[in-house]
């Protein structure tokens, strides 16, 4: 296909190491039973999006990795830490269960405002305020709104947020663990939505401080 005619469908995003997707994953087997009406995600496809791009032209990846690196230049490798369970929306019935940034917040939307500000020069612009956080499951669709509660031994309750938080409470107490790591780099990353799901494939990382550029799709690393 042409390249200046053939279309991504792009963001930026910071991902997750082995180790914490393995806590995550043990979580989510233990509750995914339990909340009927969403479907979880796929722990290899977990990742704190920093910017969404929409649909780009395969000719104008190089610009935006080039684009990324200078707004990670001045950037050193920072913790997070994720330890708060919520939803969104924040009132009615939650159509997405994820986690939020309870540690290195601040430098985690320093650099998703210098991301954003670098590619809104090329044009690139998120109507979308940042709110660090992964998602880990999106209702069903087609689910009644009376059907995607949270279910226990029997008792079905419409407090889906609140019981939502409470299991993810009560599983960082009983491992004695928490998911936190260390960012090192962000990921240019691509998306292909299909029925069951968006399939997420990993173009080109740029390390923190920004002076290496790994393309991803073909191994091939170089420095800037």
């Known amino acids: 296909m042409n390249p200046e005619t053939e279309r991504l469908r792009l963001f930026v995003a910071a991902l997750l190491p ?13 509750v995914k039973d339990l909340f009927p009406g969403y479907r979880f995600v796929a722990p290899e496809s977990w990742h704190i999006t ?3 791009l929409g ?12 684009a990324l690196s200078r707004a990670s230049r001045a950037k050193e490798a920072f913790k997070v ?5 919520g939803a969104f929306p924040e009132r009615g019935m939650p159509r997405i269960l994820h986690i939020a940034a309870t540690g290195g917040r601040e430098p985690l ?3 998703a405002r210098d991301v954003r500000s670098s590619l809104f020069a090329l044009g690139y612009g998120d109507s979308k305020p940042f709110a660090p956080h992964i998602t880990l499951a999106r ?11 949270y279910q226990r031994t029997g008792h079905r309750t419409a407090d889906v947020r609140s019981a939502w938080k409470d299991c993810f409470d009560r599983f960082l107490k009983e491992e004695g663990s928490k998911p936190e790591w260390e960012v090192k780099d962000l990921v240019l990353m691509r998306s292909i939505l299909r029925p069951e799901g968006a399939q997420y494939t ?8 920004g002076t290496e550029v790994r393309s991803l799709s073909n191994t091939r690393t170089h420095s800037l």
Do not use: H, W, Y
């Open 109 to 111: 939307s320093d650099l």
């Open 18 to 30: 082995e180790e914490t997707r393995e806590l995550l994953a043990s979580f989510v087997g233990k």
């Open 55 to 66: 649909e780009v032209p395969s000719s104008s990846v190089e610009d935006i990795v080039e």
């Open 81 to 85: 830490s994720f330890c708060e369970a």
């Open 202 to 209: 990993p173009l080109a990382a740029i390390d923190l401080p």
């Open 139 to 149: 209702e069903r669709r087609g689910t009644p709104p009376n059907a995607r509660g």
């Open 50 to 52: 920093l910017q969404f």
